[in-house]
C-alpha cells in the first residue's frame, strides 16, 4: 500500500494539517484555528483527516510552527523544522525559480530569498507585529466585518488615505481619526492595506533585493487588499499558491518525506491515529534551584511523563 | 584586607580572581548571572543604555549586597559608550546609597598602575609578576581549551559530553594556584575533549564565524547560549574574540588589527568603536577562509555594531558569505533566537549538500561513473 505524509503546522493563530501522497503532491488540507488550545485542536485536526481518508497509512510527519515542539512530542513526529524552513522548502516545490517568499501569518512575517530554490538569505519581524494577521483580525472585528471580506472592501477604493503604518497602536488610533475626519470605510481599509505593506518592506524586507517571481504566502495572503498593495509597491505581479494557508504544513510534509527516505526508515515515528484517544496533560512549575527561578513545563500522555522543557540548564533534562 | 569585586563576563572570573588573591586581596565573586542580576541591572539603569551596563551594575548590587567593599571596572575612550559606564555605575550605585571605592581601569598603563597600587598597597615585584603571569597562563589555558569546546560540540558521540567535561575542566582551573597544575590540566581536558570526536552530528561540516559586540559575544547568559546552541545544531563555530586576543591587542603584540583593517578596505577606513570595523574585517576574511556564515551579535543601541549591521549586506552580496544579524536586549526571547537559529544553519547545510551533491554528479559524469 502507498504511503502518504503528513504536516501539521501549529501557529499562533491557525493550526493547519497537509496531506501529501507519496510522490510529494498536495493531496487534502485541514485548516483550524489554534484558539489557544493546540492539544485539542491538533487532535481535532488528525480526526478530520482520519475520516476523510480512511486507513490513511502515514509514511512520515512533520511538525512545524511556533508549537512545533509540542506538536512534535504528541504525535512522534520525524522532522520537528521551523517554520522559515518549511516555508521556502513548500514554496521551492510548488514554483521551482521562485526567488521571492513574502509570508505573512498570524503573529509573524518573514521574507525569504531563494536562489536556484535554495534559500540564501531571511528575515523575520523582530518588535513589531503591526501587518500580521493577529491585527487585522483585531481591525475587522472593530470595524465589524468578517475577516473573509475585508480585502474586497479595500479593492473598491478610489482614493485610499494615508495610515500611520509604523505601529499597531498608531495606526490604530490614525484609523479611529480618518473615520472621524469622514473617509469612507474603503479608503481607510485600503490605507491601512497600504500601511501594512510599507511597513512590512521597510522593516521585515529592509535591505533586501526583492526580485521576481514573488510568492506570497500564509493566512494574510487570503487578503486581496494586501495582494493588490504589494502589487502596487513592488511593481510586479505577486503569486498567491493555491494552498498559501497551509505552505508551512505542506513544508514540513516534504521535509518528513525527505527525511525518511533519505535515512531509508521503514517505519515512521507517527504515534498513529490513536493519538486523538490519548490524554495530553501538561502541568509546570517555577524550579527553585537558583535565582533564574525558570519555568518548567511537563507534558504528559496518559499520565506518562513524555517531554519536559523550559530549563536553562540541565538539572530537568532527564525525563 | 579589602573585598573586591568585578563585573562578570564570560568566565573571566577565574584570571581575576587568580589576580586578585595573587597580589594579597580577598576576590569576591558577585554571583552568577541570574535572571535576578538582569532584573535589578534594568530596575536602576537609564533604559536606552545597552545590556552590558544593566548586567554589570546588576552584578555590582550583587556584590556589594555580599559585602564588597572596592569594585574593578574596565574603561576606554570611544567612541563606544562603554568607556563611560564605569563613572555612569558609580553615580547610579552611590545614589542608591552604597558605599564602596572603585577603580576603572583605562588604556593607560602607568595610570592604572598608580590606580592599583592605591588598591592593592604595597606589594613587591616579584609577587606582582607572579600574579600577573598565573593570571594570563589560566586565561590562555581557558580559552584555549574553550575554543576545542566550540568545534568539538559537532561531533561529540554523547550529546552534552564536551560541557559536561569543560565544567570540570573550570571547577579545577579555578582551584588551581600554580602554573604546573595549569599546564597538566590543559593537557588533561584538551586529549580528553578530543577523545569525544565521532562523526559530525549534521553529516556535513558547517563553519560559522560568530563577531560582534565582544561582551555579548563571550556572555552567554545575555547571549541566550548561542554557541552552545549552534554546537547543538552540528556547528562548528569559528569564534576568534576572546579576552586572549583582546589583551593581546590591548598590548600591542599582535597583529591581528592590520589584517582586518586590511580585510575591511572597500568597505569601511575607519575605527568606529568597539568591534564594529572588526565585524566587517572580519566577515570578509571568513568569507576568504572558506567559512559558510556569519552570525553578527550586539545589544540594543550599539552603535558601532548598528554602523556595521548597515554595510554587512554589501559585504554579504560581494563575498558571498550569508550573515546574521541578532540585537539583544532585557526583552530577547528563547523561541524567536532558536527559530532564526535553526532556519539560518538549515539554509547554510542546505546549500552545502547541495553543492558536495554538485561535486559528486560533476566527477561521476566526468569520470562516466
Redesign the interface.
Known sequence: MSKYYLGVDVGSVSTNIAVLDPFGNFVDKVYLRTRGKPVQVIKEGLRLIQERHNDLEVGGIGSTG?GRKLAGVMLGADVI?????TH?VAAAHLLSGVKTVIEIGGQDSKIIILQ?G?????A?N?VCAAGTGSFLDQQAARLDIPIEEFGDYALQAANPVRIAGRCSVFAESDMIHKQQLGHELPEIIAGLCQAMVRNYLNNVAK?K?IKKPVVFQGGVAANVGIKQAFERELDCPVIIPDNHDVMGAIGTALLAREEVLRKKQQKSKFKGFTVTDFDFTSNSFECEG????CEIVNIYQNEELIARWGA?C?RW?AV | MRKITFPHMGELRIPVKALIQELGQEALEP??I????LDLGVQYSPEFACLPLKINLGNFIEALEMGADTIIMGGGCGPCRFGFYGEVQQELLREMGYQFEMLVLEPDLLEDYRRLKQVFGRVNCRKIARAIYLAIKKLRALDSIYKMVLSGRASEKVE?EVDRLYDHFLEQLDLATERARINQLHKEYSNLIKATAGPLKKGVEINIGVLGEIYLIIESFVNL?IEKKLGQLGVIVRREINMSSWLAHFLHLSNEMKLIEKAARGYLRNFIGGHGLDTIGNTVRYARKGYDGIIQVAPFTCMPEIIAQTIL?AV??REGI?VLSL?FDEHTAD??L???L???V??LT??KR?QLEGSIYHEQVLSGG
Open positions: 511556533s523544522k521551523n517554520e522559515i524552513t521556502a536556484e535554495i534559500p540564501v538569505d531571511f523575520m523582530s535591505g533585493d537558583c535565582p533564574n527561578q536553562r540541565p533534562e | 554571583p552568577k541570574s535572571k535576578k542580576t552534552g547560549n549586506p554579504s552580496v550569508p540585537i523561541a524567536g532558536n527559530t532564526r535553526e532556519a539560518f538549515d539554509l542546505r546549500k547541495k
